[in-house]
């Protein structure tokens, strides 16, 4: 409270009839409660930290989600691949049944790489992802679809490459049971 606000109070005070020891208690309390209006608590340092971290922490979340979202159709070599492969590891550990998904993705990825006539070295490392993927497979009447899928993709696959990469696929193609 500055000096012309505390004359204005006084002068207030004794015109209600107030004691002068009165108005003095009574400007002094006045002059506490403004400042404390004026000089607010600052807030405590864990909070000012806190505050940009979980900042961070979210915009981390928010981009890594967006790069699994962005990465999900992309072929193996390419930038993003990687991190497509870790969130399907990371989705069939939390549910396996969804390795079967993965296996159909693999098998599709390996036909379009030879679709696009990618070079050998690719190819065989996608199969060599799909066949990774699908290790841990039982494959049953209740999942023919899935079996019959793959195999139909590896073969157009094998069918449209050479050399190494067609070894390749064949190898993946008799390791699957007969479709």
């Known amino acids: 409270m500055n000096d012309y606000q505390s004359r204005k109070l006084r002068q207030e005070l004794r015109q209600a009839g107030a004691e002068p020891s009165e108005i003095?208690?009574?400007?002094?309390l006045a002059g506490q409660v403004g400042r404390?209006?004026?000089?607010?608590?600052p807030s405590p340092r864990y909070f000012r930290r806190l505050v940009p971290a979980g900042l961070t922490g979210?915009?981390?979340?928010?981009?890594?989600?967006y790069l699994v979202v962005v990465s999900q159709p992309v072929l193996p070599g390419s930038l993003l691949f990687p991190v497509q492969k870790l969130s399907d590891g990371?989705?069939?550990?939390?549910?396996?049944?969804?390795?079967?998904?993965v296996m159909i993705k693999r098998a599709q990825q390996v036909?379009?790489?030879?679709?696009?006539?990618?070079?050998?070295?690719?190819?065989?490392?996608?199969?060599?992802?799909?066949q990774?993927?699908?290790k841990g497979?039982?494959?049953s009447s209740d999942n023919y679809d899935v079996l019959e899928f793959c195999h139909s993709n590896l073969s157009r696959a094998a069918d449209?490459?050479?050399?190494?990469?067609?070894q390749a696929i064949e190898q993946s193609l008799y390791r699957l049971p007969d479709s």
């Open 90 to 101: 990371l989705a069939v550990d939390i549910r396996p049944a969804y390795r079967a998904t």
């Open 58 to 65: 979210v915009i981390c979340l928010v981009l890594g989600f």
């Open 137 to 139: 497979y039982k494959f």
């Open 111 to 130: 036909k379009m790489l030879a679709d696009n006539h990618a070079d050998d070295a690719r190819i065989v490392a996608a199969v060599a992802d799909y």
């Open 132 to 134: 990774s993927v699908s």
């Open 24 to 28: 003095n208690q009574l400007a002094r």
């Open 36 to 41: 404390l209006k004026k000089d607010p608590q």
């Open 160 to 166: 449209s490459t050479h050399g190494q990469a067609r």
